[in-house]
């Protein structure tokens, strides 16, 4: 069976960026948190990081990872329209930093058709 595309409410704005993982979150950090987060994914199973910007940049709200059992690193970008869709591609740990870092520094342009949408069952 073929998963189905989702639209999830978007994200309200805030004052600054926040970082999360599954056991915290940070409003006030630098880039050397963002990249420690990132390497404690890589390491540890079942980890995930997600980076929300104040208010959406050039559409895209936040950036989220995840490393799959099967080792694959996953990124995911929140796409606010009307609404906010998930798209992601598998990428190395190398451009998975790299997209955190451009996104934290408004730096980042993805060339969407790179992405696919997130289906869910």
Same mark, same amino acid.
């Given at each position: 069976m073929k @998963? /189905? +595309?989702?639209?999830?409410q978007n994200v /309200?704005?805030?004052e600054g960026f926040t970082?999360?993982?599954?056991e915290r979150e940070l !409003?006030? $950090? +630098?880039?050397?948190d963002i990249? $420690? %987060?990132?390497d404690d994914? $890589?390491?540890?199973? @079942?980890?995930?990081?997600?980076?929300? #910007?104040?208010? #959406?940049q050039d559409k895209i709200r936040f950036v989220q990872s995840t490393v799959h059992r099967n080792g694959e690193l996953e990124v995911e970008l929140g796409v606010e +329209?009307?609404?906010?869709?998930?798209? %992601? /591609? *598998?990428?190395s740990e190398e451009e998975c930093c790299q *997209?955190?870092?451009? $996104? %934290? !520094?408004?730096a980042f342009s993805p060339v969407l058709k790179e992405y696919k949408p997130v289906e869910f069952l």
């Open positions: @998963g /189905k +595309e989702v639209v999830f /309200k704005s805030q970082l999360r993982n599954q !409003h006030d $950090f +630098e880039e050397s990249e $420690f %987060y990132l994914m $890589f390491i540890t199973p @079942g980890q995930f990081v997600v980076l929300t #910007a104040p208010v #959406a +329209e009307e609404g906010t869709q998930l798209y %992601y /591609k *598998i990428c *997209i955190f870092l451009d $996104f %934290y !520094h408004n």
